[in-house]
């Protein structure tokens, strides 16, 4: 679960930068929550089931794996007991750690049942859910599962469609928006304050922003002395 901070970003472009998708893909749909023992795929979407994480590449050579999480607190993706792999395991984590580097939302953690370096790599790019039921409810105003976010249609305040959420991501700083253009092209990234994301509304389907003008402009030429 996320806050959305009260504070307005210096950055009046909203930090535009051209990434993937992160979380797109996880956004569910079928109604049948799968038997975490079963050892049988996830279906690709499921409304029960919310990404809490994904693991990345194997971390040295004594079973340590890198995790990509998306809970608020990175750490605290270990306190909701074992979760489910996207191929139908089920994981619990024996320890966590945050890894080095600017990225506050990478783990190192190690995983119950794997001790070695070739179990590690088995575990990559597999994505980890938890049925929502356990995520308990959302009572706050300004908090949100950023599952819920993404997907959803993103609007001016005079009502006009500019794109959808195509992910949440936190590069330090804050909580951004990575919005996909309706008209194409790369995608935007807007801060996820109030000052630019005056009203959530979730269920009804979309996120009204008020946005820099330049949201979706092309970056500019590198200046001359800037080094590549």
Do not use: W
Not at 45 to 64: C, I, W, Y
Request: aromatic residues 4%; charged residues 25%; proline residues 11%.
């Amino acid at each position: 679960m996320a806050r959305r901070p009260p504070g307005h970003t210096p950055h009046g472009d909203g930090g535009r930068r051209a990434r993937p998708g992160r979380i797109g893909a996880s956004v569910p749909t079928s109604a049948h929550r799968p038997n975490p023992d079963a050892d049988a795929p996830l279906p690709a979407t499921d409304p029960s089931l919310v990404q809490m994480g994904e693991f990345g590449r194997a971390h040295g050579l004594n079973g340590e794996i890198r995790l990509k999480s998306y809970t608020g607190d990175p750490q605290a993706i270990a306190s909701y007991g074992p979760l489910i792999g996207a191929d139908g395991r089920r994981i619990e984590f024996t320890e966590v750690r945050r890894a080095g580097g600017a990225s506050p939302d990478l783990l190192v953690v190690r995983v119950k049942g794997v001790a070695d370096r070739t179990g590690a790599e088995g575990l990559n790019r597999l994505a980890l859910y938890l049925p929502r039921e356990r995520l308990g409810s959302v009572e706050a105003e300004d908090e949100f599962f950023t599952a819920d976010l993404v997907g959803l249609d993103v609007v001016d305040t005079a009502g006009t469609r500019l794109g959808t959420v195509a992910d949440v991501p936190n590069y330090g700083g804050g909580d951004l928006l990575e919005i996909k253009p309706a008209l194409g092209g790369a995608t935007a990234l807007l801060p996820f304050t109030k000052a630019f994301v005056p009203e959530l509304d979730i269920a009804g389907g979309r996120v009204v922003i008020d946005p820099p003008e330049d949201l979706f402009a092309p970056a500019g030429p590198r200046p001359p002395d800037e080094p590549i």
